[in-house]
């Protein structure tokens, strides 16, 4: 059964940083890229980060880069993603993806707020 649970999620003051990470089962891990999303209330889910299935190539949105790092450990079957310099227009559910079944976790939730 595939699974993708996220966690990590939570409170944290701009300029801040957070790490959220996801595991993932039931599918092999290693061959697939995987991708982090958000939602915020009102708006559309966003593509925030992208891996390969070696983390050899990465991508982000415009809205996170150079504050935001996507990496995998492929032993572990996990992915990251370091937010650092967080700002208020960062909160949302962050969900992470892997775009090749379709699969998605249940999210986990990153509030920025002084």
């Known amino acids: 059964q595939v699974q993708l649970v996220e966690s990590g999620g939570g409170l944290v003051q701009p300029g801040g940083s957070l790490r959220v990470s996801c595991a993932a089962k039931?599918?092999?891990?290693?061959?697939?890229?995987m991708r982090w999303y958000r939602q915020t209330p009102g708006k559309e889910r966003e593509l925030v980060a992208t891996?390969?299935?070696?983390?050899?190539?990465?991508n982000y949105a415009d809205s996170v880069k150079g504050r935001f790092t996507i990496s995998r450990d492929n032993a572990k079957n996990t992915v990251y993603l370091q937010m650092n310099s967080l700002k208020l227009e960062d909160t949302g559910v962050y969900y992470c993806?892997?775009?090749?079944?379709?699969?998605w976790g249940q999210g986990t939730q990153v509030t920025v707020s002084s």
């Open positions: 993806n892997c775009p090749t079944i379709n699969s």
């Open positions: 891996i390969t299935f070696n983390g050899g190539s990465t």
């Open positions: 039931g599918f092999p891990f290693s061959s697939y890229n």
